[in-house]
């Protein structure tokens, strides 16, 4: 069964735990409910706020191709997406996934590659504004996050699971 997909670019503040309940109250199908909350950081104290921009319909449109795409690779039951966009402040939440599956593996994989992928491919740009100088620069994307979205790249296969050897403790054996 393919639960609820909720996707959203807003520039309101959210709630994580108000968000997740509407995935999750009333269920008792689910295993597992992974999310990641992405927030403002202050950058040492310089950062006043973060713009983000972003291309309207684009965005969201994107953001659904990678959901589409994750589903695809893992059987998780709903996922949310909640981007902002605006002027946001150190502390202030940015992102919000949250994925709900029958179990944590599958969700916790789809959590993670929903926001490798939103960090590299989803069209969102940010300026720093900084308290002491005013307007900074744009924020460049980062090899790092760049090398996160590479590792889902290697091809796959949804229905294999990995071979499990069991690690059996053999009773020491007793001289004769």
């Known amino acids: 069964m393919t639960g609820k997909t909720i996707v959203r670019v807003q520039a309101e503040l959210f709630d994580a735990a108000t ?15 992974v ?3 992405g927030l403002c950081r202050d950058e ?10 972003h291309y ?9 191709r990678i959901v ?3 589903r695809e690779r893992w059987p998780v039951q709903d996922i949310l997406v909640i ?18 599956g029958l179990h944590r593996g599958e969700a916790f994989n789809a959590a993670e590659f ?15 504004h900084l308290k002491a100088k005013g307007v900074g620069g744009w924020v ?31 009773a020491e054996a007793k001289p004769a």
């Open 114 to 128: 929903l926001m490798d992928f939103l960090k590299t491919e989803a069209p969102f740009w940010k300026k720093q």
């Open 68 to 70: 589409a795409d994750t």
């Open 44 to 53: 040492g104290g310089v950062l006043q706020s973060l713009e983000i921009e």
């Open 83 to 100: 981007h902002r966009f605006g002027m946001i402040t150190p502390g202030e939440p940015i992102v919000l996934v949250a994925t709900t």
């Open 140 to 170: 460049s994307a980062k090899k790092e996050d760049e090398d996160a979205a590479e590792k889902w790249l290697a091809p796959h296969k949804p229905s294999e699971k990995p071979e499990i050897i069991p690690i059996i403790k053999q």
């Open 19 to 33: 968000e997740c309940a509407v995935l999750t109250d009333g269920r008792c199908d689910l295993g597992a409910l």
């Open 35 to 37: 999310t990641f909350t």
């Open 56 to 64: 309207p319909g684009m965005a969201e449109d994107e953001i659904k």
